[in-house]
C-alpha cells in the first residue's frame, strides 16, 4: 500500500527568500505524484504532476518538484516567496485508480514580510 | 472559481435536522466525488460515482447519503449527524474516475458543516 509523510506541518519563510516544501512517499509502485496547493476558505489547486515523464516537473506559479526515486520524496520548491504562496500544500501520491489515491496531512506555509 | 462550485458555503445545523450539501461542474467532467477534510487528518475520500453510478462508498455511515442525478450535479444530504461530523466536505470532478490519478481533480471551495 501507499503511503505519503509530509514532513513539516508548518513551514515559516520570509518573503523573497526560497521555499521548500518536504514530501516522502511510500509505493510499490511507479506512482504519480502531485502537488495540491489550499488557500483559506478555498478548495484544492493543482500545482503540478509527476506522471513518469521528466523527472523535474514545472507547475503552476514558479513552484517545481523533482521526483527522486533513490530517495522516494518528491519536495516542492520555490526560489522566491510571494505573500500570496501562503497557503496549505498537500502531497498526494498514486498508484492508480481513485482507491489508490494517498493524500498527505498538508504543510502550512507562512510568507513574512 | 474552479469550475466546481458548492453550496452551501457555511452550514451549521442540529445533530436532529436534515440538509443537503449540493456540487455543481460544468467541466464535463463524468465523475464526481466527496472527500471529507478534518482538522490535522488527509483529506477522506467518501463517495465516487462515474458517469452517474456510484462506484464507491468507503464505509460512510448511512447518515451521509449521496445523490447524482446527473454528471453535472452531486448532492450529499445529511441526517442526524453527530459534533464529530463537522468538518469541511470538499466535492471534486475528473474526466472520468480513471483520469483523477493522472490528470489531477478540481475541486470546489468545500461547505464548512458544523453540527451543534
Known amino acids: 500500500a501507499q503511503s505519503v509523510t509530509q514532513l513539516d506541518s508548518h513551514v515559516s519563510v520570509s518573503e523573497g527568500t526560497p521555499v521548500l516544501l518536504r514530501c516522502n512517499y511510500s509505493s510499490s509502485y511507479s506512482p504519480s505524484l502531485f502537488w495540491y496547493v489550499q488557500h483559506p476558505n478555498k478548495g484544492l489547486q493543482l500545482l503540478l504532476k509527476?506522471?513518469?515523464?521528466?523527472?523535474l516537473v514545472k507547475g503552476i506559479n514558479g513552484f517545481e518538484a523533482e521526483f527522486k526515486k533513490s530517495e522516494t520524496s518528491f519536495h516542492l520548491t520555490k526560489p522566491s516567496a510571494h505573500m500570496s504562496d501562503a497557503a496549505e500544500y498537500f502531497c498526494v501520491v498514486s498508484e492508480g485508480g481513485y482507491q489508490k489515491v494517498t493524500f498527505g496531512t498538508g504543510t502550512k506555509l507562512q510568507v513574512i514580510p | 472559481e474552479t469550475g466546481v462550485t458548492q453550496t452551501p458555503r457555511h452550514l451549521v445545523m442540529g445533530m436532529t435536522n436534515k440538509k443537503s450539501l449540493k456540487c455543481e461542474q460544468h467541466l464535463g467532467h463524468n465523475a464526481m466525488y466527496w472527500y471529507k477534510q478534518s482538522a490535522k487528518k488527509p483529506l477522506e475520500l467518501m463517495f465516487v460515482y462515474n458517469f452517474k453510478e456510484q462506484t464507491e462508498n468507503n464505509s460512510v455511515p448511512s447518515r451521509f447519503s449521496p445523490e447524482c442525478p446527473n454528471s453535472s450535479h452531486l448532492f450529499l444530504h445529511l441526517h442526524t449527524l453527530q459534533p464529530e461530523d463537522s468538518a469541511l466536505y470538499l466535492c471534486a470532478s475528473s474526466q472520468d474516475s480513471g483520469a483523477g490519478d493522472v490528470y489531477g481533480y478540481t475541486f470546489g471551495s468545500g461547505t464548512r458543516l458544523t453540527v451543534v
Open positions: 509527476y506522471t513518469s515523464a521528466a523527472t
